[in-house]
């Protein structure tokens, strides 16, 4: 939507803007190979809360010696796959919030979990889902979108956007891409990877192209 390119455009800051699609996808599949899913049984999952700082919560998942952070996002989907209101526990101590999610990790019915976890100097844990949730990483859709585009320069018939003149409303396609006016973001917090049932995955890229296809054949005209 106009308001979201707005938006971006506006408040990005210089290292989360890329000047093509290959710059991008290269920062991108870095980022999933310092990452990993795996499946973990949730009652072998211990709730740490820290006694120095009342509001800090650590997760020890199975087969780790160090306790792992969740984010905001991957600590209110822990608590809904257990049945935990997470908009309550936020507003507890840790201690307590803990003791909570202990239970509800305990007599979770499911039994196992699916996280995702990054590294990047410091463990985080990104996501939590179910067990048969297949992963679609943001470098999967930028190649995706690449089959298409390429470079997302002007090599083919898509390339980055050019600059509207506000003062003559004038648009010029012709504009080198810049840090200003490039409109390809991405950062380490940005969730553009897409949750889909099991196995869907492999078949993401084959399903999009056609719809990426007509998509740059269409007309920009309403």
Do not use: C, M
């Not at 952070?69 to 803990?98: I, K």
């Not at 239970?103 to 995702?116: D, F, S, V």
């Not at 490039?182 to 917090?189: F, K, P, Q, V």
């Amino acid at each position: 939507r106009i308001g979201r390119v707005s938006s971006e455009w506006f408040s990005r800051p210089d290292d989360e803007r890329y000047l093509s699609l290959a710059e991008l996808g290269r920062t991108v599949r870095e980022r999933t190979e310092r990452s990993r899913t795996r499946v973990v049984e949730s009652a072998l999952i211990h709730v740490e809360a820290s006694r120095t700082d009342p509001e800090r919560l650590a997760l020890i998942l199975p087969g780790a010696d160090k306790p792992i952070a969740p984010t905001h996002w991957s600590f209110g989907q822990l608590a809904s796959q257990v049945g935990a209101p997470a908009a309550y526990l936020r507003q507890l101590p840790a201690a307590l919030a803990g003791i909570n999610l202990q239970y509800g990790l305990t007599a979770h019915r499911a039994e196992q979990i699916k996280t995702l976890e990054t590294d990047d100097g410091r463990v985080e844990l990104r996501a939590v889902t179910g067990p048969d949730y297949g992963r679609i990483y943001d470098h999967e859709l930028v190649e995706a979108v690449q089959r298409i585009a390429g470079n997302g320069t002007g090599d083919t018939r898509w390339k980055v956007p050019g600059v509207l003149d506000w003062s003559t409303g004038v648009y010029n396609p012709r504009v080198d891409i810049t840090k200003d006016t490039t409109t390809l973001y991405a950062s380490d917090r940005d969730e553009i990877s897409i949750r889909h049932s099991k196995y869907a995955a492999s078949r993401f890229a084959h399903e999009a192209a056609p719809a990426l296809l007509s998509f740059a054949d269409s007309s920009p005209q309403p």
